[in-house]
Protein backbone atom coordinates (compact mmCIF):
# COMPACT_ATOMS: atom_id res chain seq x y z
CA UNK A 1 0.00 0.00 0.00
CA UNK A 2 1.41 3.28 -0.68
CA UNK A 3 2.28 5.96 1.71
CA UNK A 4 -0.11 8.62 0.42
CA UNK A 5 -3.59 6.94 0.93
CA UNK A 6 -5.97 8.79 3.73
CA UNK A 7 -6.07 7.66 6.77
CA UNK A 8 -9.26 7.47 9.18
CA UNK A 9 -7.11 7.88 12.14
CA UNK A 10 -3.10 8.87 11.78
CA UNK A 11 -0.66 6.94 13.17
CA UNK A 12 0.34 9.01 15.67
CA UNK A 13 -3.37 8.94 16.92
CA UNK A 14 -2.77 5.08 17.27
CA UNK A 15 0.52 4.99 18.55
CA UNK A 16 -0.32 7.41 21.43
CA UNK A 17 -3.44 5.52 22.32
CA UNK A 18 -2.16 2.25 22.22
CA UNK A 19 0.46 2.54 24.31
CA UNK A 20 -1.72 2.05 27.24
CA UNK A 21 -3.53 -0.19 25.32
CA UNK A 22 -1.14 -2.57 23.95
CA UNK A 23 0.69 -2.76 27.73
CA UNK A 24 -2.83 -3.61 28.78
CA UNK A 25 -3.42 -6.41 26.35
CA UNK A 26 0.28 -7.62 27.22
CA UNK A 27 0.11 -8.00 30.92
CA UNK A 28 -3.46 -9.71 30.81
CA UNK A 29 -3.76 -12.81 32.30
CA UNK A 30 -4.41 -16.26 29.57
CA UNK A 31 -7.95 -16.65 30.54
CA UNK A 32 -8.83 -13.07 29.53
CA UNK A 33 -8.89 -14.01 26.25
CA UNK A 34 -11.01 -17.16 26.17
CA UNK A 35 -9.45 -16.95 22.36
CA UNK A 36 -6.52 -18.84 23.36
CA UNK A 37 -7.91 -22.10 23.39
CA UNK A 38 -9.05 -21.91 19.62
CA UNK A 39 -6.08 -23.88 17.37
CA UNK A 40 -4.25 -21.33 15.28
CA UNK A 41 -5.79 -20.98 11.90
CA UNK A 42 -2.90 -20.87 9.22
CA UNK A 43 -4.32 -23.50 6.45
CA UNK A 44 -5.71 -21.95 3.64
CA UNK A 45 -9.39 -22.51 2.83
CA UNK A 46 -10.10 -25.53 0.64
CA UNK A 47 -12.00 -24.03 -2.15
CA UNK A 48 -11.30 -23.18 -5.81
CA UNK A 49 -8.84 -20.42 -6.35
CA UNK A 50 -8.17 -18.19 -9.23
CA UNK A 51 -4.37 -18.66 -10.34
CA UNK A 52 -4.25 -15.00 -9.67
CA UNK A 53 -6.45 -14.28 -6.18
CA UNK A 54 -3.99 -14.31 -3.15
CA UNK A 55 -4.95 -17.60 -1.06
CA UNK A 56 -7.94 -17.16 1.05
CA UNK A 57 -7.94 -18.43 4.86
CA UNK A 58 -10.46 -19.96 6.86
CA UNK A 59 -11.73 -18.10 9.68
CA UNK A 60 -13.60 -20.23 12.79
CA UNK A 61 -16.74 -17.54 13.59
CA UNK A 62 -17.06 -15.16 10.93
CA UNK A 63 -19.08 -15.75 7.51
CA UNK A 64 -17.27 -15.28 4.50
CA UNK A 65 -18.93 -12.34 3.78
CA UNK A 66 -18.15 -10.92 7.16
CA UNK A 67 -14.71 -11.85 7.68
CA UNK A 68 -13.93 -9.72 3.91
CA UNK A 69 -15.47 -7.54 5.19
CA UNK A 70 -13.56 -6.75 8.58
CA UNK A 71 -10.28 -7.71 7.03
CA UNK A 72 -11.11 -4.47 5.15
CA UNK A 73 -12.11 -2.44 7.86
CA UNK A 74 -8.95 -2.95 10.06
CA UNK A 75 -7.01 -2.42 6.94
CA UNK A 76 -8.55 1.11 6.95
CA UNK A 77 -8.12 1.73 10.70
CA UNK A 78 -4.59 0.96 10.98
CA UNK A 79 -3.24 1.39 7.19
CA UNK A 80 0.27 -0.02 6.63
CA UNK A 81 2.86 3.32 5.28
CA UNK A 82 5.84 4.36 6.07
CA UNK A 83 6.40 3.11 9.32
CA UNK A 84 5.50 -0.58 9.12
CA UNK A 85 2.53 -2.96 8.10
CA UNK A 86 -0.61 -2.32 9.61
CA UNK A 87 -4.03 -4.07 11.23
CA UNK A 88 -4.11 -6.43 8.19
CA UNK A 89 -0.37 -7.81 7.91
CA UNK A 90 -0.86 -8.09 12.09
CA UNK A 91 -3.89 -10.10 11.29
CA UNK A 92 -5.83 -8.14 13.46
CA UNK A 93 -9.05 -9.33 11.95
CA UNK A 94 -8.38 -13.37 13.04
CA UNK A 95 -7.81 -11.99 16.19
CA UNK A 96 -10.80 -10.71 16.28
CA UNK A 97 -12.71 -13.92 14.88
CA UNK A 98 -10.86 -16.21 17.52
CA UNK A 99 -12.09 -14.36 20.13
CA UNK A 100 -15.12 -13.95 19.07
CA UNK A 101 -15.44 -17.80 20.02
CA UNK A 102 -13.64 -17.32 23.32
CA UNK A 103 -13.84 -14.25 25.73
CA UNK A 104 -15.57 -11.65 23.31
CA UNK A 105 -18.70 -14.08 22.09
CA UNK A 106 -20.90 -11.73 23.59
CA UNK A 107 -20.19 -9.28 21.05
CA UNK A 108 -20.95 -12.06 18.23
CA UNK A 109 -24.11 -10.36 17.74
CA UNK A 110 -23.15 -7.01 17.57
CA UNK A 111 -20.62 -8.01 14.77
CA UNK A 112 -22.67 -9.99 13.06
CA UNK A 113 -25.68 -6.84 13.14
CA UNK A 114 -23.27 -4.05 12.60
CA UNK A 115 -21.27 -5.37 9.73
CA UNK A 116 -24.31 -5.66 7.96
CA UNK A 117 -25.45 -2.35 8.72
CA UNK A 118 -22.22 -1.20 7.91
CA UNK A 119 -22.27 -2.75 4.39
CA UNK A 120 -25.83 -1.44 4.10
CA UNK A 121 -24.81 2.27 4.82
CA UNK A 122 -21.99 2.14 2.37
CA UNK A 123 -24.44 1.25 -0.21
CA UNK A 124 -27.29 3.59 0.72
CA UNK A 125 -24.82 6.65 1.04
CA UNK A 126 -22.18 6.11 -1.67
CA UNK A 127 -23.79 3.81 -4.14
CA UNK A 128 -21.23 0.61 -3.78
CA UNK A 129 -20.40 -2.04 -1.06
CA UNK A 130 -18.01 -1.35 1.32
CA UNK A 131 -15.15 -3.88 -0.69
CA UNK A 132 -15.82 -2.26 -3.67
CA UNK A 133 -15.00 1.84 -2.64
CA UNK A 134 -11.80 3.44 -2.90
CA UNK A 135 -10.26 3.73 -0.20
CA UNK A 136 -11.08 7.61 0.17
CA UNK A 137 -14.93 6.87 0.40
CA UNK A 138 -13.93 3.81 2.85
CA UNK A 139 -12.31 6.49 5.01
CA UNK A 140 -15.44 8.65 4.92
CA UNK A 141 -17.61 5.96 5.36
CA UNK A 142 -15.95 5.00 8.85
CA UNK A 143 -15.72 8.32 9.74
CA UNK A 144 -19.58 8.59 9.63
CA UNK A 145 -19.76 5.50 11.59
CA UNK A 146 -17.84 6.85 13.76
CA UNK A 147 -19.44 10.13 14.43
CA UNK A 148 -22.57 8.39 14.91
CA UNK A 149 -23.88 10.31 11.71
CA UNK A 150 -24.54 6.56 10.14
CA UNK A 151 -28.12 5.13 9.59
CA UNK A 152 -29.55 1.92 9.41
CA UNK A 153 -27.54 0.28 13.12
CA UNK A 154 -29.53 -0.97 16.12
CA UNK A 155 -28.52 1.95 18.32
CA UNK A 156 -25.46 4.36 17.43
CA UNK A 157 -23.20 3.69 14.39
CA UNK A 158 -20.64 4.87 16.88
CA UNK A 159 -20.72 2.08 19.35
CA UNK A 160 -20.01 0.18 16.74
CA UNK A 161 -17.43 1.64 15.80
CA UNK A 162 -15.51 2.22 19.23
CA UNK A 163 -16.51 -1.95 19.33
CA UNK A 164 -14.25 -2.43 16.29
CA UNK A 165 -11.55 -0.20 16.88
CA UNK A 166 -10.94 -1.46 20.43
CA UNK A 167 -10.46 -4.84 18.97
CA UNK A 168 -8.63 -3.75 16.18
CA UNK A 169 -6.16 -2.19 18.75
CA UNK A 170 -5.94 -5.51 20.59
CA UNK A 171 -5.17 -7.51 17.49
CA UNK A 172 -3.03 -5.12 16.46
CA UNK A 173 -0.72 -4.76 19.70
CA UNK A 174 -1.95 -8.04 22.00
CA UNK A 175 0.28 -10.47 22.71
CA UNK A 176 0.78 -12.89 19.14
CA UNK A 177 -0.01 -16.00 21.25
CA UNK A 178 -3.78 -14.40 20.67
CA UNK A 179 -4.13 -14.95 17.39
CA UNK A 180 -3.07 -11.45 16.22
CA UNK A 181 0.27 -8.96 16.47
CA UNK A 182 1.73 -11.32 13.52
CA UNK A 183 5.02 -11.35 13.57
CA UNK A 184 5.39 -8.86 16.36
CA UNK A 185 4.58 -5.94 13.96
CA UNK A 186 2.56 -4.19 16.37
CA UNK A 187 5.61 -4.24 18.69
CA UNK A 188 7.71 -2.81 16.66
CA UNK A 189 5.93 -0.03 15.45
CA UNK A 190 5.27 0.90 19.33
CA UNK A 191 9.04 0.19 19.55
CA UNK A 192 8.29 -1.88 22.42
CA UNK A 193 11.56 -4.41 22.85
CA UNK A 194 9.50 -7.72 23.69
CA UNK A 195 8.60 -9.49 27.18
CA UNK A 196 11.48 -9.95 29.50
CA UNK A 197 11.70 -11.97 33.05
CA UNK A 198 15.38 -10.35 33.55
CA UNK A 199 16.90 -6.80 32.52
CA UNK A 200 20.33 -6.30 32.88
CA UNK A 201 21.40 -2.75 33.39
CA UNK A 202 23.13 -2.67 29.82
CA UNK A 203 19.74 -3.77 28.58
CA UNK A 204 18.15 -0.74 30.53
CA UNK A 205 20.93 1.70 29.04
CA UNK A 206 20.58 0.32 25.31
CA UNK A 207 16.43 1.07 26.42
CA UNK A 208 17.12 4.60 26.97
CA UNK A 209 19.06 4.81 23.99
CA UNK A 210 16.76 3.44 22.11
CA UNK A 211 19.03 0.43 20.94
CA UNK A 212 17.61 -2.39 22.72
CA UNK A 213 16.66 -4.67 20.29
CA UNK A 214 13.29 -6.57 20.41
CA UNK A 215 13.47 -10.07 21.60
CA UNK A 216 10.14 -11.31 19.26
CA UNK A 217 9.14 -12.85 22.49
CA UNK A 218 5.58 -13.91 23.14
CA UNK A 219 4.55 -13.79 27.03
CA UNK A 220 4.19 -17.96 26.44
CA UNK A 221 7.34 -18.22 25.18
CA UNK A 222 8.41 -18.42 29.19
CA UNK A 223 8.34 -21.36 31.11
CA UNK A 224 6.94 -19.06 33.79
CA UNK A 225 4.25 -18.41 32.22
CA UNK A 226 3.04 -20.98 29.41
CA UNK A 227 0.42 -22.20 27.30
CA UNK A 228 0.06 -25.42 30.04
CA UNK A 229 -0.83 -22.50 32.33
CA UNK A 230 -2.87 -20.51 30.00
CA UNK A 231 -5.15 -23.54 29.32
CA UNK A 232 -5.65 -24.43 32.95
CA UNK A 233 -6.73 -20.69 33.57
CA UNK A 234 -8.69 -20.69 31.20
CA UNK A 235 -10.72 -23.86 31.83
CA UNK A 236 -10.38 -22.56 35.86
CA UNK A 237 -12.76 -19.87 34.44
CA UNK A 238 -14.69 -21.52 32.02
CA UNK A 239 -15.74 -23.50 35.66
CA UNK A 240 -16.25 -20.19 37.27
CA UNK A 241 -18.06 -19.01 34.40
CA UNK A 242 -20.60 -21.89 34.40
CA UNK A 243 -20.68 -23.03 37.81
CA UNK A 244 -23.70 -20.66 38.98
CA UNK B 1 -38.84 26.28 5.47
CA UNK B 2 -36.81 29.59 6.13
CA UNK B 3 -33.22 30.00 8.51
CA UNK B 4 -35.36 32.19 11.04
CA UNK B 5 -38.65 29.59 11.43
CA UNK B 6 -35.63 26.79 11.77
CA UNK B 7 -34.12 28.92 14.99
CA UNK B 8 -37.71 29.22 16.04
CA UNK B 9 -38.35 25.50 15.92
CA UNK B 10 -34.57 24.94 17.62
CA UNK B 11 -36.28 26.53 20.66
CA UNK B 12 -35.94 29.50 22.64
CA UNK B 13 -32.39 28.78 24.71
CA UNK B 14 -31.09 27.81 21.57
CA UNK B 15 -32.11 30.89 19.16
CA UNK B 16 -31.00 33.36 22.09
CA UNK B 17 -27.37 32.08 22.34
CA UNK B 18 -27.63 32.30 18.51
CA UNK B 19 -28.60 35.81 18.60
CA UNK B 20 -26.21 36.53 20.80
CA UNK B 21 -23.38 35.47 18.17
CA UNK B 22 -24.97 36.77 15.51
CA UNK B 23 -24.66 40.50 17.62
CA UNK B 24 -20.64 39.44 18.66
CA UNK B 25 -19.96 39.26 14.88
CA UNK B 26 -21.99 42.39 13.67
CA UNK B 27 -19.68 44.65 16.03
CA UNK B 28 -17.11 44.15 13.96
CA UNK B 29 -18.66 43.69 10.12
CA UNK B 30 -18.22 46.02 7.92
CA UNK B 31 -19.41 44.80 4.87
CA UNK B 32 -21.75 41.89 3.39
CA UNK B 33 -20.46 39.58 1.51
CA UNK B 34 -22.99 37.52 -0.69
CA UNK B 35 -22.36 33.72 -0.64
CA UNK B 36 -24.03 31.50 -3.05
CA UNK B 37 -23.72 27.58 -4.25
CA UNK B 38 -24.45 25.78 -7.15
CA UNK B 39 -26.13 23.24 -4.89
CA UNK B 40 -27.15 24.70 -1.51
CA UNK B 41 -29.62 27.10 -1.81
CA UNK B 42 -30.76 29.84 0.24
CA UNK B 43 -33.48 27.98 2.54
CA UNK B 44 -33.50 25.04 0.82
CA UNK B 45 -32.67 21.14 2.30
CA UNK B 46 -28.91 20.95 2.06
CA UNK B 47 -28.32 18.37 -1.23
CA UNK B 48 -28.10 14.82 -0.28
CA UNK B 49 -24.72 14.34 -1.60
CA UNK B 50 -23.43 17.00 1.35
CA UNK B 51 -24.87 14.98 4.05
CA UNK B 52 -23.83 11.11 5.36
CA UNK B 53 -27.18 9.91 3.54
CA UNK B 54 -24.83 10.74 0.89
CA UNK B 55 -21.49 11.61 -0.34
CA UNK B 56 -20.66 13.60 2.67
CA UNK B 57 -18.60 16.00 0.24
CA UNK B 58 -18.56 19.85 1.38
CA UNK B 59 -20.23 22.05 -1.53
CA UNK B 60 -18.80 24.58 -3.79
CA UNK B 61 -19.34 27.81 -2.25
CA UNK B 62 -19.27 31.37 -4.28
CA UNK B 63 -18.82 34.63 -2.81
CA UNK B 64 -18.59 38.15 -3.55
CA UNK B 65 -18.65 41.74 -2.46
CA UNK B 66 -14.90 40.73 -0.28
CA UNK B 67 -14.29 44.25 0.53
CA UNK B 68 -10.61 45.38 -0.68
CA UNK B 69 -8.69 45.37 2.84
CA UNK B 70 -9.59 41.78 3.09
CA UNK B 71 -6.09 40.00 3.30
CA UNK B 72 -7.68 36.71 4.29
CA UNK B 73 -11.30 34.38 4.38
CA UNK B 74 -12.50 31.77 6.74
CA UNK B 75 -15.55 29.74 5.64
CA UNK B 76 -17.62 27.94 8.85
CA UNK B 77 -20.46 25.60 8.29
CA UNK B 78 -22.93 25.36 11.86
CA UNK B 79 -25.48 24.35 13.17
CA UNK B 80 -27.35 27.02 15.83
CA UNK B 81 -29.79 24.77 16.98
CA UNK B 82 -27.77 22.26 18.79
CA UNK B 83 -23.81 22.59 20.11
CA UNK B 84 -22.66 22.68 23.60
CA UNK B 85 -22.34 25.78 23.90
CA UNK B 86 -24.52 26.44 19.91
CA UNK B 87 -23.33 26.72 17.53
CA UNK B 88 -22.56 22.91 16.15
CA UNK B 89 -19.65 23.13 13.89
CA UNK B 90 -19.32 21.51 10.75
CA UNK B 91 -16.42 22.77 8.73
CA UNK B 92 -13.71 25.29 9.36
CA UNK B 93 -11.64 26.79 6.71
CA UNK B 94 -9.06 29.41 6.86
CA UNK B 95 -6.68 31.40 5.63
CA UNK B 96 -7.90 30.96 2.36
CA UNK B 97 -6.31 33.57 -0.05
CA UNK B 98 -8.81 37.04 -0.36
CA UNK B 99 -8.23 36.64 -4.46
CA UNK B 100 -10.28 33.21 -3.99
CA UNK B 101 -13.75 33.61 -5.64
CA UNK B 102 -14.95 30.05 -3.81
CA UNK B 103 -14.33 26.87 -2.58
CA UNK B 104 -14.52 23.88 -4.89
CA UNK B 105 -16.77 21.13 -4.11
CA UNK B 106 -15.32 17.92 -1.95
CA UNK B 107 -12.00 18.99 -0.16
CA UNK B 108 -10.34 16.21 0.35
CA UNK B 109 -11.08 14.86 3.91
CA UNK B 110 -7.25 13.37 4.05
CA UNK B 111 -5.58 16.27 6.12
CA UNK B 112 -2.29 15.24 4.79
CA UNK B 113 -4.01 15.63 1.30
CA UNK B 114 -3.29 19.47 -0.20
CA UNK B 115 -5.79 21.31 -1.09
CA UNK B 116 -6.45 22.95 -4.56
CA UNK B 117 -3.45 25.38 -5.69
CA UNK B 118 -6.02 28.61 -5.78
CA UNK B 119 -6.16 27.99 -2.14
CA UNK B 120 -2.89 28.18 -1.63
CA UNK B 121 -2.17 28.80 2.42
CA UNK B 122 -5.76 27.91 3.51
CA UNK B 123 -6.48 25.34 6.22
CA UNK B 124 -9.14 23.30 7.04
CA UNK B 125 -10.17 23.72 10.77
CA UNK B 126 -11.09 21.84 13.64
CA UNK B 127 -14.67 20.66 13.52
CA UNK B 128 -17.30 19.70 16.38
CA UNK B 129 -16.24 16.20 15.41
CA UNK B 130 -12.63 17.23 16.45
CA UNK B 131 -11.57 16.76 12.92
CA UNK B 132 -10.02 19.21 9.97
CA UNK B 133 -12.69 18.20 7.46
CA UNK B 134 -16.04 18.65 6.29
CA UNK B 135 -18.82 16.58 8.24
CA UNK B 136 -22.44 17.61 6.53
CA UNK B 137 -25.66 17.94 8.58
CA UNK B 138 -26.85 14.68 10.52
CA UNK B 139 -29.48 16.34 12.62
CA UNK B 140 -31.08 13.84 15.12
CA UNK B 141 -34.69 13.04 13.75
CA UNK B 142 -37.71 15.25 14.39
CA UNK B 143 -37.26 19.00 13.53
CA UNK B 144 -35.20 20.65 10.36
CA UNK B 145 -32.38 22.15 11.64
CA UNK B 146 -30.39 24.87 10.01
CA UNK B 147 -26.89 24.96 8.26
CA UNK B 148 -25.31 28.60 8.43
CA UNK B 149 -22.56 28.47 5.50
CA UNK B 150 -20.66 31.59 6.55
CA UNK B 151 -17.93 33.81 5.29
CA UNK B 152 -15.59 36.27 6.73
CA UNK B 153 -13.10 38.66 5.12
CA UNK B 154 -9.93 39.09 7.44
CA UNK B 155 -7.54 41.98 7.34
CA UNK B 156 -4.74 39.83 8.31
CA UNK B 157 -3.62 36.12 7.98
CA UNK B 158 -4.53 34.07 11.47
CA UNK B 159 -0.74 32.92 12.61
CA UNK B 160 -0.29 29.43 12.01
CA UNK B 161 2.14 27.09 14.70
CA UNK B 162 3.67 24.32 13.07
CA UNK B 163 2.79 21.35 14.46
CA UNK B 164 -0.65 22.31 16.13
CA UNK B 165 -3.84 21.24 15.88
CA UNK B 166 -5.73 23.01 13.65
CA UNK B 167 -7.89 25.50 15.12
CA UNK B 168 -11.40 25.37 15.96
CA UNK B 169 -14.28 28.20 15.11
CA UNK B 170 -13.78 29.43 18.60
CA UNK B 171 -10.21 29.66 18.40
CA UNK B 172 -10.51 31.67 15.10
CA UNK B 173 -13.04 33.72 16.34
CA UNK B 174 -11.14 35.04 19.20
CA UNK B 175 -7.73 35.17 17.45
CA UNK B 176 -9.52 37.56 14.50
CA UNK B 177 -10.96 40.15 16.86
CA UNK B 178 -10.90 43.58 15.21
CA UNK B 179 -9.76 41.96 11.98
CA UNK B 180 -13.85 41.17 10.36
CA UNK B 181 -13.74 43.32 7.90
CA UNK B 182 -16.82 41.68 5.80
CA UNK B 183 -19.28 38.43 6.52
CA UNK B 184 -22.28 36.51 4.55
CA UNK B 185 -24.10 33.65 5.28
CA UNK B 186 -25.92 31.27 2.86
CA UNK B 187 -28.50 29.36 5.14
CA UNK B 188 -29.96 25.91 4.43
CA UNK B 189 -31.86 23.70 6.34
CA UNK B 190 -31.79 19.27 6.91
CA UNK B 191 -33.96 17.18 7.77
CA UNK B 192 -33.84 13.40 9.16
CA UNK B 193 -36.76 11.78 9.09
Given at each position: ?29 AAALGAAAAPATTEPALQ ?7 PREAFENLTATEAELLEAIV ?12 AR?ARAAHYIDRALGGALASSRPAYA?GLA ?46 LL??HT?QG??GDPYYGGNA ?44 K??AQ??LH??E ?6 | ?193
Amino acid sequence: MSDDRPRIISRRDILRRAGLAGAAAVAAPAAALGAAAAPATTEPALQAQSPAAPPREAFENLTATEAELLEAIVERLVPSDQHGPGAREARAAHYIDRALGGALASSRPAYASGLAALDRYATSSRGKRFLDLPATDQDSVLIDVETGAATGFAGSSAQFFGLLLNHTRQGMFGDPYYGGNAAFVGWDLLGYPGIRTMVTPADQKALEAHELKPNHKSAYDYETFNKATAQHDLHTHEDLAHGD
Amino acid sequence: MTSRAGICLAGLMFAAQALSFEQVTAQETSQTITVTSPTVKEGQPVPRQHTPDGRNDSPALTWSGVPSAARSLMVFCEDPDVGNPPPFVHWVVYNIPATAKGLPEALPIDPAAPLPSELAGAMQGTNGFRRPIYRGPAPPPGKPHSYHFVVYALDSIVPVKPNTPALTRAELLDATKGHIVGRGELVAIYERK
